[in-house]
C-alpha cells in the first residue's frame, strides 16, 4: 500500500517562492515514478511534473518549465517540487502522485493548496 502526504502548500506573493514536499510511506519507493499535479479553481487537474525512479529523468509541463523543479530523496522515500517565479496562475490545489516504473500514476494524495496573490 502506497500512502502519499503532500505538505508545504500556502500563500505567497507573485515573484515568491515555494518547495512542496510529498512523504510516501508503504511499498517501495526508489523505482516508482513520482509526480506532481494541479488542479486550479474551476479547471481541470493539469500535469506539473514528474520523475522517473532514480530520478535522472525528469518531465514538465510547458506552462512551469524553467520555473519549476521536482526532484526526490528516495533514502527518506520524499519528492519535492521546488515552486520559483510563481505566478498568480499557478494558484491551485497541488497533487502528489505515484505509480510502477513505466506504468500510470495509481496512487494520489490528498492535496495541498498554494495561493498566488498578485
Known amino acids: 500500500q502506497v500512502h502519499l502526504v503532500e505538505s508545504g502548500g500556502g500563500f505567497v506573493q507573485a515573484g515568491g517562492s515555494l518547495r512542496l514536499s510529498c512523504a510516501n510511506s508503504?511499498?517501495?519507493?526508489?523505482?516508482?515514478?513520482m509526480g506532481w499535479f494541479r488542479q486550479p479553481p474551476g479547471k481541470e487537474r493539469e500535469f506539473v511534473a514528474g520523475s522517473s525512479g532514480s530520478g535522472g529523468t525528469t518531465y514538465y509541463g510547458d506552462s512551469v518549465k524553467g520555473r519549476f523543479t521536482i526532484s526526490r530523496d528516495n533514502a527518506k522515500n520524499t519528492v519535492y517540487l521546488q515552486m520559483s517565479s510563481l505566478k498568480p496562475e499557478d494558484t491551485a490545489v497541488y497533487y502528489c502522485?505515484?505509480?510502477?516504473?513505466?506504468?500510470?500514476?495509481?496512487?494520489w494524495g490528498q492535496g495541498t493548496q498554494v495561493t498566488v496573490s498578485s
Open positions: 502522485a505515484a505509480g510502477p516504473a513505466g506504468g500510470q500514476y495509481v496512487y
Open positions: 508503504g511499498r517501495t519507493f526508489s523505482s516508482d515514478i
